[in-house]
């Protein structure tokens, strides 16, 4: 299968799994799929976007920048870790960072974004499972972390963001991308000031289905579009 058949089908099972939702969640009724990129070459991505990606998603600054040089303008997405040494970098490039997890991260991105101009917006990382492997702030720092954010001029909160542990059955991480749904509809309800509530980023090739029938707007998809990664 081509990556044009294959993002198709991915589009496919995001809208049969967005109709097996039993009401419309508080994200929405539309999906937006993001192609996951990283370990793949630009002549790849070049065939995403001729198929009509909305949207890239790369974990690396870096291997984001360089490909982006060899492509017509997109939109990019951070969705890996941010290390404060890269935000000068990254805040030009990325329409939305998937990553965002500490207060010291968030000023920074603050003070690139105000010196060049821009309102970076961004989601929080949460570490629902409390894997150890995993960054993200935890469930019980969002609120802290978001009422910071919403005090900053240059940074806009758009919404939240997970990885759920690696499970053989994609159903066993219903209950991490339940807990996420309920920490974002309680951050609306809280309609903190110079927000955009809008992005429920969760679910990966192995999981996207369960985590749009869980209310997931944005879902980060690389192998099921691109096939396995070239290290
Ligand atoms: C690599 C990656 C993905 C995509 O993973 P697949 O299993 O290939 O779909 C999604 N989100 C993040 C944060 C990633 O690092």
Redesign the pocket.
Known sequence: MSIADNLAAVRHNVELAASRRREVPVTGPLVKVVA?T?NHTAAEVQEALAAGAAAL?E?RVQEATAKATLLPPAEWHL??HLQSNKVRQAVPLFTLI??LDSERLALEVERVAARTGKRQDVLIQVNVAGEDTKSGVAPDGVAELARLVSGLKHVRLCGL?T?APFYAAAEDARPVFRELYALFAALKAAALPNTALEWLSMG???D?QVAVEEGANLV???????GP?HY
């Open positions: 996951v990283k998603g974990n969705i890996g998937h990553s963001m990885m990966m090739t192995n996207y980060r998809v690389g192998t099921a579009i691109f990664r």
